[in-house]
């Protein structure tokens, strides 16, 4: 399975940006999916999960009321919204896909990944 990111960009503070994560095919599994973020000089963190059927997400806290995480099984995409960006948001984001139909905030639950998207927020 290959992953596409797509929609980051730079922003001013305040901003909104909505990134998209199209997979090549659909695995042969029902799986959860999830976006992580690294920014220059830390490690990469969890932002939010989704499980296979939408009904269970997952947020770090900092995003927490301002991003929200949706999928189109139909269209094997994944989603993020992210609005009220602040400079603390600039990041690479990765999308995911995970082992299972269970949406997890560990890396290691995850086997496919992206190459990322870059989200610049501008103060």
């Known amino acids: 399975v290959q992953l596409q990111a797509s929609g980051g960009g730079l922003v001013q503070a305040g901003g909104s940006l909505r990134l998209s994560c199209a997979a090549s095919r659909r695995t042969n599994s029902n799986n959860a999916m999830g976006w992580f973020r690294q920014a220059p000089g830390k490690d990469r963190e969890f932002v939010s999960a989704?499980?296979?059927?939408?009904?269970?997400?997952y947020y770090r806290d900092s995003v927490k009321g301002r991003f929200t995480i949706s999928r189109d099984n139909a269209k094997n995409t994944l989603y993020l919204q992210m609005n009220s960006l602040s400079p603390e948001d600039t990041a690479l984001y990765y999308c995911a896909v995970g082992r299972g139909s269970q949406a997890s905030t560990r890396p290691g639950h995850y086997h496919y990944w992206g190459p990322g998207t870059q989200v610049t927020v501008s103060s």
């Open positions: 989704i499980s296979w059927r939408g009904e269970i997400t």
